[in-house]
Nanobody, 114 residues
Framework: QVQLVESGGGLVQPGGSLRLSCAAS????????MGWYRQTLGKQREWIATVTSTNNNYAHTVEGRFTISRDNDKNTVYLQMNALKPEDTAVYYC?????????WGQGTQVTVSA
C-alpha cells in the first residue's frame, strides 16, 4: 500500500509564496507521474500540474507562477507557488500514478488572504 503525505500549506498574503511537499512511502511502487490538484468548497477538483520523466505540464491558471519538481531519491514531489492570488485558495492534493492505479494524499489547505 502506498501513502502520500502533503505538507507546507498555510496562510499567505497575496503576492506571497509557498512551497508544498508530498512524500510517498510504501512497498513495491514506482510512480511514472506525480502531480497536484486543488479543490474549493462546492467545486470540482481542478488539475494543477504534473511531472513525468520527460516533461512538466501546468494548468493555464497557474502557468508561469507555479513550478512542479520531483526528487526521485526521496519519492517526493514539490509545488513551488509564487505570486499567489486569493483565487488560489483551496485544499491542494498530490497524486501518484503507477500503470495500474492512482494514489492520493489527504490534502493541505492553502489560504491566500490579506
Amino acid at each position: 500500500q502506498v501513502q502520500l503525505v502533503e505538507s507546507g500549506g498555510g496562510l499567505v498574503q497575496p503576492g506571497g509564496s509557498l512551497r508544498l511537499s508530498c512524500a510517498a512511502s510504501g512497498n513495491n511502487f514506482t510512480f511514472y507521474a506525480m502531480g497536484w490538484y486543488r479543490q474549493t468548497l462546492g467545486k470540482q477538483r481542478e488539475w494543477i500540474a504534473t511531472v513525468t520523466s520527460t516533461n512538466n505540464n501546468y494548468a493555464h491558471t497557474v502557468e508561469g507562477r507555479f513550478t512542479i519538481s520531483r526528487d526521485n531519491d526521496k519519492n517526493t514531489v514539490y509545488l513551488q507557488m509564487n505570486a499567489l492570488k486569493p483565487e488560489d485558495t483551496a485544499v491542494y492534493y498530490c497524486y501518484g500514478d503507477t500503470h495500474r492505479t492512482r494514489s492520493w494524499g489527504q490534502g493541505t489547505q492553502v489560504t491566500v488572504s490579506a
